[in-house]
Nanobody, 121 residues
Framework: QVQLAESGGGLVQAGGSLRLSCAAS??????????MSWFRQAPGKAREFVAR????????YYADSVKGRFSVLKDNAKNTVYLQMNSLKSEDTAVYYC????????????WGQGTQVTVSS
């Protein structure tokens, strides 16, 4: 099992920026990690996909709602994935989670505890 720990959430004004971090630890996963993703869940709403990054080649994919404003990056040496969030809007307010998917699997097997992002208008 891989342990994931998010950090970097907080309160920010609309139009501002935040950078979330997700540090992975636990059993060796360098050769088995396939993809890491960010999800979010706002109060009263279902969890939704935000962005993902391939562990091997760094290719990325974004939800339409954040495309052009958010960037997902990784630092393999630190086993850490980042979510850079710019031009934040009130509708970005949510608990943000990172998740890991291993090679050969179809589901995310490991999740972080989440970090709260609140955007004030």
């Amino acid at each position: 099992q891989v342990q994931l720990a998010e950090s970097g959430g907080g309160l920010v004004q609309a139009g501002g920026s935040l950078r979330l971090s997700c540090a992975a630890s636990g059993r060796p996963f360098t050769d088995t990690m396939y993809r890491m993703s960010w999800f979010r869940q706002a109060p009263g709403k279902a969890r939704e996909f935000v962005a993902r990054i391939s562990w091997s080649d760094g290719s990325t994919y974004y939800a339409d709602s954040v495309k052009g404003r958010f960037s997902v990056l990784k630092d393999n040496a630190k086993n850490t994935v980042y979510l850079q969030m710019n031009s934040l809007k009130s509708e970005d307010t949510a608990v943000y989670y990172c998740a890991a998917r291993m090679a050969g699997t179809s589901e995310y097997s490991d999740w972080g505890q989440g970090t709260q992002v609140t955007v004030s208008s």
